[in-house]
């Protein structure tokens, strides 16, 4: 079965610090992707990444980077947190095609910033 | 905007019955998948539907395709209590897989 690890499942910071989510997969995918779950907004598309080291901003980019530099691990930075950053965040990765193919979820940091 | 939009956005039914769930979108599309989401969890992936089928099936589930209308319903059969989850929609008819917000499913006992 493939697992996709999620560092923390619970985080608080203060406001300005930076912060780093990270993400872990181990069934060789290509693509890892990080999405923010907010009530009534569903899943909101942060970051992807086809490849080590290639990434693509996804619908809210703003705020936030990331880091692949291997292939099994995709890192969430939040370079200054900010109270609106409070929200579930989702890791998924899927095997080749990031369009069509099936993704496989960690189990979501929810953070909190305060 | 979303591409998938899932309807109703809560459902509540009692042990035993069906539940439909029903997801609507815009643009033509590959596929059309669903996933299930337990309270605090991650997203864990349901089924799969290409766009070439109309009927799919795995275990209590059964999902329906209608490119014309651009329409998939989700059913769920003889509901059980551990059904209780939120039900996503996610269509690839853009650039990349596009999740609906849900319809939230509780299933009394």
């Known amino acids: 079965d493939v697992k996709v690890t999620q560092s923390s499942r619970y985080l608080v910071k203060r406001t300005g610090e930076k912060v780093f989510l990270e993400c872990v997969q181990d069934?060789?995918?290509?693509?890892m992707f990080w999405y923010r779950q907010d009530p009534g907004l569903g899943l909101r598309l942060i970051y992807f990444?086809?490849?080590?080291?290639?990434?693509e901003k996804g619908d809210i980019p703003e705020g936030y980077s990331v880091s692949r530099e291997k292939k099994e691990r995709f890192s969430l930075i939040l370079e200054s947190a900010s109270t609106n950053q409070t929200s579930m965040y989702l890791c998924?990765?899927?095997?080749?095609?990031?369009?069509?193919?099936?993704?496989?979820f960690g189990a979501g940091t929810r953070l909190s910033v305060l | 905007s979303q591409q998938g939009e899932e309807d109703p956005q809560a459902l509540s039914i009692q042990e035993g019955e069906n539940a439909t769930m029903n997801c609507s979108y815009k643009?033509?599309?590959?596929?059309l998948q669903w996933y299930r989401q337990n309270s605090g969890r991650g997203l864990v992936h349901l089924i799969l539907?290409?766009?070439?089928?109309r009927e799919k099936h795995s275990g209590r589930l059964r999902v329906t395709l209608d490119t014309s209308k651009k329409s998939s319903s989700l059913l769920i059969t003889a509901s059980r209590a551990a059904d209780t989850a939120s039900y996503f929609c996610?269509?690839?008819?853009?650039?990349?897989?596009?999740f609906g917000e849900g319809t939230q499913l509780t299933v009394n006992p």
């Open positions: 998924a990765s899927s095997l080749s095609v990031p369009t069509t193919d099936i993704q496989y």
């Open positions: 069934m060789d995918h290509e693509n």
């Open positions: 990444s086809y490849d080590v080291k290639m990434k």
């Open positions: 643009t033509s599309i590959n596929n």
């Open positions: 539907i290409r766009s070439n089928e």
């Open positions: 996610a269509t690839d008819g853009g650039s990349r897989l596009t």
